[in-house]
């Protein structure tokens, strides 16, 4: 008998069929995204928290049959500061549904969009990232000292992970060092490959040096291992100095050490110029350093010595090593090194090249992180055959000083020492180049050197400047003519306008001519006030004004004042061309020394006030107390006497004076300086100082010359002069 269902079990059938189709479309489309959101905000996040250790929030969920999206994720901690750890703008997450249905979520493929990383280290060594890397087993050591497991995340472990549009920017305030990476991506598969690839990295210390790479890919491969290969690397060492075009890897080794291998150029110079290799030890601090530069000629180095004062560069050569240890906030550092066949031009140094240089010699130093502080322990050198050693430190802005505050400017101690050496051994060391008016001098004796400068930025008046400088140890034997004329009556040429030559002789038989014996000894007690006080005293050199003319130049920020005596200042005009190069001061004090040794201390004097210059062509204080005054140097007053030594710094500027026949306000001011300050040190009596005080100074003017003629040949004169600075077009050198 067939079953035939009535109309109402057909009606119930269908309902029951209806709401079942009901509640499945409701779980399929309503409650399932709600449980599965209601999963991840209760379940996963829990989950995640509990191994990152950090607070895990979530702006919104999508959730699909077999697809998650999580928009707005955010990871982080009490360290953070104003970001958080981690920023992600999207993951997409795909998993098996219906396992999902039976509460086992299998994840296959995560595509992470958008990350920001943001760790960060105060000063205190307080970071945010650390205890997250341990967790993952990304380094460190757990609670017990034992290295640290990787951590698990059971089914929510992906099958494949795919991370597009990430960037990094790390704040570390202990080690003084900001880390930036512009983009970066990976892509990691479960059991297999892991890859990521940084492009633009960026690494800035607040010291001074910086690196930068333009690729970093680090791969985890079961079967290449671990490593870190970087191309395009820079690293930024002080201003004009870079290693450049690095490559190279860091990889695993034993225990916690990583091997490291790299090689590159310098200053965008392409090719492999140089090798680093050793390992490091990020846990400790620690860490050893091989670096080799082979020799090579400076030819490879042209794009960088173009624009410095070496050329010629085909012959000369370089080779170098050093060997670094870091450990924990030091590094230590010692090496070698030996630059052969080098020439160096340059307007300040001197007026022609200087060829056929060679340096080398052995270093050994440390570096202090905290204190910032470079040490040179010892620089065993050696130029030209002339042994000396340089030590010392250097100590950085932003460093720690003993007493524990933040130096805020930089401050350095340098000794310099020459061993004992045969006088004429020295002299001959020195490039002839540099020595042009010493060619011809022989020496007898010993020289040495134990010189040191201290200099504090901060408290500039204590700067040190002290020692000796052995060339008192040396005696002549022999000296050129040019030079041991100045012992008897001799022919002076000067330069009144460029290239324009006056000649006259110094003796008796030139009619201007004025012995010392002639002369008002208020000139003389004056120039001794304002030009060398304790001349009569010093062999040369006034050693104290070195360094007060040292402190002074600090102080305006280049080199403004000397610390010429008044024999340096004879030597200067009498036997030196006017160029400020660094040879012709050199050769200026050399002369000094010896001209002390030839010459009486009268006869220096004598000769000084017949041949400096105390205006337009007037030379020799013959001329210039007629042309000023109408007499002879016999007869000036104090007050006259104190006027020329106020004139000196600049005759030609300051011979307006006499065009106006009026004297400015700064030169009456000078001139009762002068006078106060001779009075104190008794160069007047009381009586002379009160005369000279109410005694008017008076120019005597002969002769049709109106006022303008007068400044205009001023003018002129000024114009037309050779300029002392190399780099003008004046020079001989631009000629």
Not at 204 to 226: K, N
């Amino acid at each position: 008998m067939q079953f035939r269902p009535s109309r109402r079990q057909l009606v119930i059938t269908g309902a029951v069929l209806g709401s079942l189709l009901f509640l499945g479309l409701l779980g399929y489309y309503v409650v399932y995204p709600a449980a599965g959101r209601w999963m991840v905000e209760n379940k996963v996040v829990p989950k995640l928290e509990a191994k990152l250790g950090r607070d895990v929030r979530i702006g919104s969920i999508d959730i699909d049959h077999g697809h998650a999206v999580l928009h707005d994720v955010r990871v982080s901690g009490p360290a953070d500061g104003e970001e958080p750890l981690v920023r992600i703008d999207r993951i997409d997450v795909d998993f098996d549904f219906w396992a999902s249905v039976l509460g086992d979520a299998e994840v296959g493929l995560v595509e992470i969009d958008g990350v920001a990383v943001r760790p960060r280290r105060d000063a205190d060594g307080t970071d945010n990232f650390r205890d997250v890397l341990t967790r993952l087993g990304l380094g460190g050591a757990d609670e017990s000292g034992a290295p640290a497991k990787r951590s698990g995340f059971g089914s929510l472990r992906p099958k494949r992970i795919v991370l597009t549009r990430g960037d990094v920017i790390m704040v570390d305030a202990a080690a003084q060092v900001n880390l930036s990476i512009e983009a970066f991506e990976a892509e990691w598969t479960r059991g297999g490959r892991a890859v990521v690839e940084a492009h633009r990295a960026l690494a800035a210390t607040t010291f001074g040096p910086a690196a930068s790479a333009s690729g970093l890919t680090a791969i985890d491969d079961p079967a290449e291992g671990r490593r870190l290969d970087v191309v395009g690397g820079t690293v930024k060492l002080w201003p004009g100095m870079s290693l450049t075009g690095i490559s190279g890897s860091v990889a695993p080794a034993e225990q916690d050490r990583f091997d490291i291998r790299f090689e590159g150029g310098y200053g965008g110079v392409e090719g492999r110029l140089w090798t680093a290799s050793g390992w490091l030890d990020p846990a400790l601090g620690a860490g050893s350093i091989d670096l080799d530069a082979a020799r090579f000629t400076l030819d490879r180095l042209r794009p960088i010595l173009e624009r410095s004062p070496v050329v010629d560069y085909d012959k000369a050569s370089v080779d170098a090593r050093l060997h670094v240890e870091v450990s924990g906030a030091a590094a230590s550092f010692a090496g070698g090194f030996h630059l052969r066949d080098f020439t160096i031009a340059h307007p300040y140094l001197a007026d022609r090249p200087i060829p056929d240089l060679e340096i080398g010699g052995e270093i050994g130093g440390s570096f202090e992180r905290a204190s910032r502080t470079l040490t040179l322990d010892r620089a065993a050198l050696t130029a030209r055959g002339l042994p000396f050693e340089l030590s010392g430190w250097l100590a950085m802005p932003g460093g720690l000083t003993p007493e524990g505050n933040r130096r805020a400017r930089p401050a350095v101690d340098v000794r310099l020492v020459i061993p004992k050496k045969k006088c004429q051994d020295v002299l001959e060391a020195i490039p002839p180049e540099l020595r042009p008016y010493l060619e011809g001098f022989k020496l007898r004796g010993n020289f040495d050197t134990d010189l040191r400068v201290a200099i504090d930025w901060s408290d500039l008046p204590a700067t040190v400047l002290d020692g000796r400088v052995g060339l008192f140890g040396c005696t002549p034997k022999e000296a050129p003519e040019e030079v041991t004329r100045l012992a008897e009556p001799f022919e002076h040429y000067v330069e009144v306008e460029l290239d324009q030559w006056m000649t006259f002789l110094v003796g008796p038989e030139n009619p201007d001519f004025v012995p010392i014996t002639d002369v008002s000894p208020y000139l003389i007690k004056s120039l001794m006030t304002t030009e060398d006080s304790a001349f009569y005293r010093h062999k040369g050199f006034i050693t104290k004004e070195f360094r007060t003319a040292l402190i002074k130049n600090l102080e305006a920020g280049y080199f403004k004042y000397g610390a010429s005596s008044i024999t340096m200042q004879l030597v200067k005009n009498a036997l030196l061309y006017r160029e400020k190069t660094a040879a012709r001061k050199f050769q200026e004090l050399f002369l000094s020394w010896y001209i002390e040794t030839l010459l009486e201390k009268d006869r220096i004097l004598e000769i000084y006030v017949n041949i400096i210059e105390y205006g337009p062509g007037l030379y020799g204080i013959g001329p210039a107390s007629q042309h000023y005054f109408g007499k002879h140097p016999r007869d000036l007053t104090p007050v006259e006497a104190a006027f020329f030594s106020s004139i000196l710094p600049n005759p030609k500027e300051r011979y307006a004076q006499y065009c106006k026949g009026t004297l400015r306000g700064w030169t009456e001011d000078k001139i009762a300086r002068i006078l106060a300050l001779m009075r104190k040190r008794d160069r007047l009596t009381e009586a002379e100082y009160v005369i000279a005080t109410v005694t008017p100074l008076t120019f005597v003017k002969e002769g049709s010359e109106t006022e303008q003629q007068c400044m205009d040949r001023r003018r002129k004169a000024m114009k037309n002069a050779r300029s002392t600075n190399p780099l003008k077009k004046t020079s001989p050198l631009k000629k």
